[in-house]
């Protein structure tokens, strides 16, 4: 497969990318690989799945990487899922993703580090997917509810009882 340092080497339409350093004085080369392709996704409330296509003969070797952030923020804010195992596809709690939002996402792939044979650097990121958040909706903020009222209710109670208590003393 690895014919030459630095060549562009085409086998069953995978482009390897060949970078060929020496490692520790052993000649493996170095691979990047292309990044997977497809990318797809679908998101209920539950759970969002997102998948991709790579060569089939290639699914047991490798390793991915996903990233996915809200549509409108830079990719330096995204967060980072790999997936179990070496399926070309993740699900992501639905509780990740706020309700009304658009979200992009994106993966890319390597040889698992578990391979021996060769080893790669990361690929290129793949194109994108975006989807939208149908989570619950963010319960809106209150001020006073029941649990808050509950607590105010009893000490100020017990205040005004005390007061009233001390008052009625001094007086009689």
């Known amino acids: 497969i690895l014919s030459g340092m630095g060549q562009n080497v085409q086998q069953m339409g995978l482009h390897l990318y060949v970078t060929a350093v020496l490692l520790l004085g052993e000649g493996r080369g170095r691979v990047k690989l292309d990044p997977p392709l497809n990318i797809q996704s679908n998101i209920t409330a539950s759970k969002c799945q997102i998948w991709w296509t790579v060569f089939s003969y290639l699914d047991e070797v490798l390793q991915y990487q996903l990233q996915y952030k809200e549509h409108s923020k830079p990719w330096e804010t995204a967060l980072n899922k790999t997936p179990p195992g070496s399926l070309p596809r ?36 793949s194109q994108t997917t975006v989807f939208q958040g149908e989570g619950t909706p963010e319960p809106s903020v209150k001020i006073f509810n029941i649990r808050t009222l509950q607590f105010l209710f009893i000490p100020l109670s017990f205040a005004t009882l005390l007061y009233l208590f001390w008052n009625c003393k001094l007086f009689s």
Not at 92 to 118: D, L, N
């Open 90 to 125: 993740i699900e992501i709690e639905g509780t990740e993703f706020r309700s009304g939002i658009s979200y992009v996402a994106r993966v890319r792939c390597k040889v698992s580090e578990i391979e021996v044979s060769y080893h790669s650097q990361w690929s290129d990121w």
